[in-house]
């Protein structure tokens, strides 16, 4: 089947810097991913659409400037959390279309100190 | 994209089937019932997703009300591996749309 595949899994960073999560589609094309954050026990918050040759679409409040969405290929879309700050840490998920529906990365652990 | 009410949570006996219920009564005409669930600390994971007739596959079966405004996910003889939140999502297939996710039924499988 599909296969979405999110890296880092986990990842811990200091206060200010910037941390790049990677999202790719392995054996399909995907011209729209989405970007997901999820607070502990907490469903599944809807970030952005991510969209190949365009700009990314936000959801309302969301910071663009500070969730940097890069989509420059049918494979790899990029989500970008700049400056961040311990209240950035999160569970950050993407998914892509496939043929029955969309396919899930396995998540990043961001952990800001 | 209609929404959907779950359960909060539910737990289920070992070998004993799970019937999770999903509640959508503002479902169109051209939206499709998808079920995920979500294992701790992992992206979901695709069941199952149906129209109107009943469906079932390897991991699940999905039994949709006639009118369509609400569905059953059964997993037929639970494990403790089927410990997961459980997602029922409603959209069309058409085009791309965006998943929103609603609260989900965190469905613990006892031993």
């Known amino acids: 089947g599909a296969v979405v595949s999110q890296h880092p899994s986990r990842v811990i960073c200091k206060s200010g810097t910037s941390v790049k999560i990677e999202c790719r589609s392995l054996d399909f094309q995907a011209t729209t991913m989405f970007w997901y954050r999820q607070f502990p026990k907490k469903s599944l918050m809807l970030m952005a659409t991510?969209?190949?040759?365009?700009?990314?679409?936000?959801e309302q409040g969301v910071e663009k400037d500070k969730f940097l969405i890069n989509h420059a290929s049918l494979t790899l879309s990029t989500l970008t959390v700049t400056s961040a700050h311990p209240e950035d840490s999160s569970f950050y998920i993407c998914?892509?279309?496939?043929?029955?529906?969309?396919?899930f990365g396995s998540g990043t652990r961001l952990t800001v100190v | 994209d209609a929404k959907t009410t779950q359960p909060t949570s539910m737990d289920c006996a070992e070998g004993r089937a799970a019937n999770l219920p999903c509640n959508h009564s503002t479902i169109s005409g051209n939206e499709y019932v998808y079920w995920y669930r979500q294992i701790h600390s992992q992206g979901p994971q695709y069941i199952i997703h149906?129209?109107?007739n009943n469906e079932t596959n390897e991991m699940a079966s999905l039994i949709i009300t006639e009118d369509r405004k609400s569905s059953t996910l059964i997993l037929p003889h639970a494990t403790l591996r089927d410990t997961a939140v459980y997602y029922c999502?409603?959209?069309?297939?058409?085009?791309?749309?965006?998943?929103?996710f609603g609260t989900g039924t965190r469905l613990k499988v006892l031993a």
């Open positions: 149906g129209l109107k």
């Open positions: 998914s892509a279309r496939d043929f029955h529906g969309y396919t």
């Open positions: 991510s969209n190949e040759g365009s700009k990314a679409t936000y």
């Open positions: 999502i409603v959209r069309i297939t058409s085009g791309t749309y965006k998943y929103i």
